[in-house]
């Protein structure tokens, strides 16, 4: 299934702020994340580019110890899959040359102050529940002794 998700929304929920909102919505049909530091280092067979990115402080690190024509070919590599999103966790404010290919791929980029492992968490909750089947039927409910019970 593939929902469209609001950017500011999404960004409300997982306690976060929008640095740039992209289109306003973006696509998802999993609530798989994706950390991408083997994609930074070059590797990209397996990449799976339709989850939520998420960039943490070993992401971050990595990427600030490449030279600057390294980092802006990786960057545009990664972006060049059309992703969702990218979540950057810890605080960390986006590198220019990640805000410019962003921008350039309307691919919007979500700041938050909590760590990696409290906003994967929370957006696969979040994803999740976006993401569950849904199916409408014609019944009625009643409650006999207590217990409801679905009538079709």
């Known amino acids: 299934m593939t929902k469209n998700i609001d950017v500011n929304y999404f960004a409300s929920r997982i306690g976060a702020e929008v640095i740039y909102e992209g289109q306003g919505v973006?696509?998802?049909?999993?609530?798989d994340i994706s950390r991408p530091a083997m994609q930074f280092a070059g590797y990209f067979e397996h990449f799976v580019p339709k989850r939520v990115q998420m960039i943490?402080?070993?992401?971050?690190?990595?990427?600030?110890?490449?030279?600057?024509?390294?980092?802006?070919?990786r960057i545009?590599?990664?972006?060049?899959?059309k992703i969702p999103v990218v979540?950057?966790?810890?605080?960390?404010?986006?590198l220019d040359i990640l805000l410019k290919v962003a921008m350039e791929n309307k691919v919007p980029i979500?700041?938050?102050?909590?760590?990696t492992s409290t906003t994967n968490h929370r957006i696969v909750d979040y994803l999740d529940d976006e993401l569950a089947p849904e199916v409408t039927v014609h019944a009625n409910l009643v409650e006999v002794f207590n217990v409801g019970v679905l009538l079709r």
Do not use: H, Q, W, Y
């Open 26 to 31: 973006f696509k998802i049909t999993t609530s």
């Open 56 to 73: 943490g402080n070993k992401e971050m690190g990595f990427l600030t110890s490449l030279e600057p024509a390294l980092l802006e070919k």
């Open 76 to 81: 545009r590599e990664f972006m060049s899959d």
């Open 87 to 94: 979540v950057l966790c810890n605080g960390d404010e986006p």
């Open 110 to 115: 979500i700041k938050t102050v909590r760590s």
